[in-house]
């Protein structure tokens, strides 16, 4: 019997394995922008180009927002399209704007009591943001219409390299960990980095960026398995459900995983 509940057991962890996760290129598109944000479901495109956030429809047509007192756009988040925040870290400000591309509002942090040294930001729930707090090293999740933290995570022992999040979950990718909170701020796992430098995400699913190649994990998986790609310059890479899109700074490569 215990032989059998074995081998039941090693044929479940091979069906639930994968070695690896195969990509077939769409097509690809000529592009020659700063950087790419997000592209969604419904071909809106989110995209930098001289300091200037653009929101192209899939007819062309476009809007856009920028505020060059602020300095350079550190990083744009469009999880929530109707509450989008663009980062700016060399004033230590967030701006937050509406499917239009209008303000609706300003998060300063030099004026916040206590004072916070924000060198990441990503969007939480309701009017929440993540945000990784430098002095204190740590992560913290802040309602931007109460100024008030809602939580503040342990702090963390190595430098911080990305952060992604959703409704949900975030995830803290460090020089020696990956960390994943819930929104209640509780760390509900803990992966050792093994080189991994970037981090994208989309339904739960996660890819990361190791030298030149990427590598996928399923949200329901602790496995982190290659991508099976031909040889890219991997300036900026997307996820958005099963497509993946990878921009060379010349273009921009569409491809179907298959995700089991």
């Given at each position: ?55 192209q429809d899939k007819n062309g047509t476009s809007i ?17 399209p109707l509450k989008i925040n663009l980062f700016y ?51 913290e999740l802040f309602d931007y219409k109460t100024n ?113």
């Amino acid at each position: 019997m215990r032989h059998l509940i074995y081998i039941y057991f090693l044929f479940s962890m091979l069906l639930n394995s994968q070695e690896s996760i195969d990509a077939t290129l769409i097509k690809s598109t000529d592009l020659k922008i700063d950087q790419i944000i997000a592209l969604d479901n419904f071909e809106t495109f989110y995209y930098l180009q001289h300091n200037t956030i653009y929101k192209q429809d899939k007819n062309g047509t476009s809007i856009n927002y920028s505020n060059y007192q602020l300095g350079e756009i550190t990083t744009a988040n469009t999880f929530n399209p109707l509450k989008i925040n663009l980062f700016y870290q060399d004033f230590n400000m967030v701006v937050i704007l509406d499917n239009r591309l209008a303000e609706i509002f300003k998060i300063d942090f030099n004026t916040i009591h206590p004072y916070k040294n924000i060198s990441h930001v990503s969007t939480g729930f309701d009017n929440t943001l993540w945000v990784f707090n430098m002095d204190f090293q740590q992560l913290e999740l802040f309602d931007y219409k109460t100024n008030k933290t809602r939580f503040s995570a342990v702090p963390v022992q190595s430098e911080v390299l990305d952060l992604v999040s959703d409704y949900n979950y975030c995830w803290l990718l460090t020089k020696k960990y990956l960390y994943q909170y819930n929104y209640f701020g509780s760390m509900i796992s803990k992966i050792e980095n093994t080189g991994f430098t970037k981090i994208t995400k989309s339904n739960g699913h996660l890819i990361f960026k190791k030298e030149d190649h990427l590598y996928f994990k399923h949200k329901k998986k602790e496995d982190i398995v290659p991508i099976n790609l031909p040889k890219l310059l991997i300036n900026q890479f997307l996820l958005t459900n099963e497509t993946l899109y990878i921009y060379d700074l010349k273009k921009l490569h569409k491809y179907q995983l298959k995700i089991n």
